[in-house]
């Protein structure tokens, strides 16, 4: 028996062996294989990530975000100070109780069968969001004295973004004063029409054109470098700008020298899509969204190269 076991437990031993070798063995050695096989995939990948980041987002392809951004950061300004808002609103209306009044009267100016009034409220809206829009350059010559534009600058925001993001808040803020002005101008009887697909292309034509005009205030900023020299040239333009568009009287009416500078004013453009839109007079509107959408990305391109002169 002592023979027989002895015999038998090697074999068995052998067997057992080989079979957890082989069978068990093999089974937790290739399913351990397989099984971190699996599990690393995942792990490898992001050890990729970590190791190597995507890549960044640049160029053309991130602009709308930038300038969204940029956007609501110049609005974020305006909810800490709104005294802008109420003193400009002044002007406008005592152009419409004043002046929008008292030639209604006299009725010296010839405005196609319609009261003078009337005619007037749509140049008085351009002319507000003008000048909101034409003294933003100092807003970036104090961010450069606050340093804020060397930190935006070292950004990967491209600066067409900068310039677009603050030329559309410029606008944005021109747009509330604008509903300032239609307001006062149906309390006092204007007719003006509610459509709200006019309505929206009103939005539009005020936020170009304000784009613009901040943009050519950003772009004197950056010939100029100080406040002083852009307060200067601001008032020194704003007048001409205005009288020598059609906000106060037709085009016909003015001199011939006169009648060419108001065709290569943008704010003719402007005055004539809000009149069309808002009392259904004779315009063109394709001409006057097309000047205005020219103007602004001639505006963005002149005051983006001329973003890094002012940083120095």
């Given amino acids: 028996m002592s023979g027989t076991r002895a015999a038998q437990r090697p074999g068995s031993a052998e067997g057992e062996g080989a079979g957890t070798a082989n069978g068990t063995g093999t089974g937790t050695r290739t399913g351990t294989r397989t099984g971190t096989g699996t599990g690393n995939g995942p792990d490898l990948g992001r050890l990729d990530l970590l190791l190597k980041p ?4 640049t160029g053309w392809r991130v602009l709308p975000a930038r300038v969204i951004a940029m956007c609501a950061v110049e609005l974020q300004k305006l909810r800490h100070d709104r005294t802008e808002l109420y003193t400009r609103a002044i002007q406008p209306a005592l152009w419409l109780l004043i002046f929008g009044e008292t030639f209604t009267r006299i009725k010296a100016i010839p405005t196609g069968g319609i009261p003078y009034i009337d005619f007037l409220a749509p140049g008085i809206i351009a002319q507000s969001a003008m000048f909101i829009a034409i003294f933003y350059g100092i807003m970036i010559i104090w961010e450069r004295d606050a340093g804020i534009l060397t930190k935006l600058l070292v950004t990967p925001t491209p600066r067409a973004a900068l310039i677009s993001g603050k030329a559309f808040a410029s606008g944005v803020k021109a747009l509330i004063q604008a509903v300032v002005v239609i307001l006062i101008a149906a309390a006092l009887g204007v007719g003006l029409t509610w459509n709200p697909l006019k309505l929206l292309g009103v939005a539009v034509a005020v936020v170009l054109g304000s784009a613009f005009f901040s943009c050519l205030s950003m772009t004197i900023a950056g010939i100029v470098l100080t406040r002083d020299r852009l307060m200067g040239i601001g008032q020194a333009i704003t007048m001409p700008l205005f009288f020598a568009s059609n ?4 085009v016909a009416v003015m001199p011939d020298w006169l009648q060419v500078i108001s065709k ?9 899509a809000l009149r069309g839109l808002l009392l259904g007079t004779p315009s063109h509107l394709l001409l ?3 000047v205005l959408v020219f103007a602004a990305v001639v505006g963005i391109m002149a005051a983006s190269s001329l973003l890094g002169r002012l940083a120095r």
Avoid at 54 to 57: D, E, M, Q, T
Avoid at 247 to 250: C, K, V
């Fill in 54 to 57: 995507p890549r960044a987002r």
């Fill in 247 to 250: 906000a106060l009287y037709p």
């Fill in 264 to 272: 290569i004013n943008p704010l003719s453009y402007q005055v004539d």
């Fill in 288 to 290: 006057d969204y097309g």
